[in-house]
């Protein structure tokens, strides 16, 4: 049994480095009056401490429990504990700053486990140097590693996360509040510089090559495809619908909801929750489907899954691999290459790799194209008022003018939807009836 004293216990574990001594401490909420266990505080490692006495001295020796209590665990809190904290105490917690979706609580989550822990998990907090964290984001950037690089628009949130964290350890007294002791402070006050930006850019679909991706499509995907192409909504957005979002007598949608990752969610902004206009033809792809699929009912998802018998949306990304896919290689939006690959197992399997007609790898591609695909033609292409483009798209931060000063009604946003429809569908025959 571990040796149990004022404020904590010890227990031996396993780390990537060896078997290390934590501090197991036991709280007490202060709302419920329940015990709970606190992230573990690490003490050191067992080839330094090779006895629980040995440990027990080096807690004693550092005021660990008695720092813990305080919450002035200065000099030997780790990286590690201070991420932790962070997250228990603030990402996962909504009474303590403004709640995040889902979406954004998995994408700092992955972050800070896949990224931050794995480097920096048993480093000393107060002991990280700006250049380190300069040098180690550069080690993982494009200009370094190239095509298996991070952009350094990823690699600027990990650095603005780990600012979070060290915000948060420095507000909670958990290290030393002194400015010096945050490798990711200000840049003009020496903390670790970051790029911003990114080399991505996205494959533009022109309305004929929409209409050959269509014309390689099933009826399903087709209204997918022509729903996003012509309102630009988000993937998100077109899982979540609802018959009943479908507001045929006034030639609008609404968007109340996404499904994301097996979860409802609200919209992205107060702006996506604005209503979609709903040309003609695009209400005829709709009510098309909605004669053939059999989950048809007003509270029926709009793209229902087979595979959950109705009760969920389908899954977007095979969608993408299976569908949208094949039909872009067959419209010359996508070019393949077979190339040989181990799967693991010691077998030799055939993988398709993508390009674009640039003949860049392709590593994004999906429906989020079609967005692009249609602020670029309008923006670009047929020069529509930058504030029906604007709302159209439901963006979140319009320029003060835009904004304020200038209004589209929806007999606007449809005529520029149908800029759109009647460009995918000049000269062609495949529109449904």
């Known amino acids: 049994m571990a040796p149990r004293f004022k404020g904590g216990s010890l227990k031996k574990v396993a780390r990537k480095k060896g078997k290390a001594w934590v501090l197991r401490v036991i709280g007490i909420n202060p709302e419920t009056g329940k015990k709970f266990e606190r992230t573990p505080i690490f003490v050191g490692y067992v080839k330094d401490l090779p006895t629980k006495s040995a440990a027990k001295e080096e807690v004693e020796r550092l005021h660990l429990t008695e720092r813990l209590n305080k919450a002035a665990l200065q000099g030997r809190v780790t990286f590690g504990f201070i991420a932790r904290h962070w997250v228990n105490s603030e990402l996962l917690n909504p009474t303590v700053v403004k709640p995040k979706d889902d979406t954004t ?29 300069e040098q180690w984001l550069y080690s993982m950037s494009v200009d370094a590693k190239g095509k298996d690089g991070l952009e350094w628009n990823t690699l600027n949130k990990m650095r603005n996360i780990m600012q979070q964290i060290y915000a948060h350890a420095q507000r909670n007294k958990l290290i030393d509040p002194d400015v010096k002791y945050n490798p990711v402070r200000p840049k003009e006050l020496g903390g670790a510089r970051c790029k911003s930006g990114s080399n991505y850019e996205a494959i533009i679909l022109t309305p004929q090559e929409t209409f050959t991706i269509l014309s390689a499509l099933p009826l399903l995907q087709q209204v997918m495809v022509i ?64 004669k053939q699929t059999v989950y048809a009912k007003d509270t029926d998802w709009v793209f229902a899954s087979d595979k959950t018998h109705g009760k969920t949306p389908r899954v977007g990304n095979m969608l993408v691999s299976d569908y949208l896919y094949p039909a872009s290689v067959k419209a010359g939006v996508l070019i393949t290459e077979e190339v040989k690959a181990g799967d693991g197992q010691g077998n030799e399997v055939t993988k398709l790799i993508y390009y674009d007609k640039r003949g860049e790898r392709v590593t994004r591609y999906g429906f989020h194209n079609f967005r692009h695909s249609l602020s670029t033609f309008l923006t670009t292409k047929k020069k529509t008022d930058p504030a029906t483009a604007q709302r159209m798209l439901r963006h979140s931060k319009p320029t003060l003018t835009l904004d304020r000063y200038t209004q589209s009604d929806m007999d606007e946003l449809i005529a520029a939807q149908e800029l759109m429809l009647d460009a995918i569908f000049e000269h062609q025959t495949g529109s449904v009836n």
């Open 105 to 133: 609580i998995y994408c700092y989550k992955h972050i800070v486990n896949d990224y931050l822990l794995h480097r920096w998990e048993e480093s000393i907090a107060e002991e990280i140097e700006p250049l380190e964290v």
């Open 227 to 290: 729903l996003d192409a012509a309102t630009g909504i988000r993937y998100s957005e077109i899982a979540g619908l609802q018959w009943r979002d479908v507001d045929w007598e006034n030639n609008q949608i609404h968007i109340l909801r996404k499904w994301i990752k097996g979860k409802t969610g609200e919209p992205k902004s107060k702006k996506s929750k604005a209503p979609v206009p709903m040309a003609s033809l695009l209400a005829k792809y709709l009510s098309a489907w909605r």
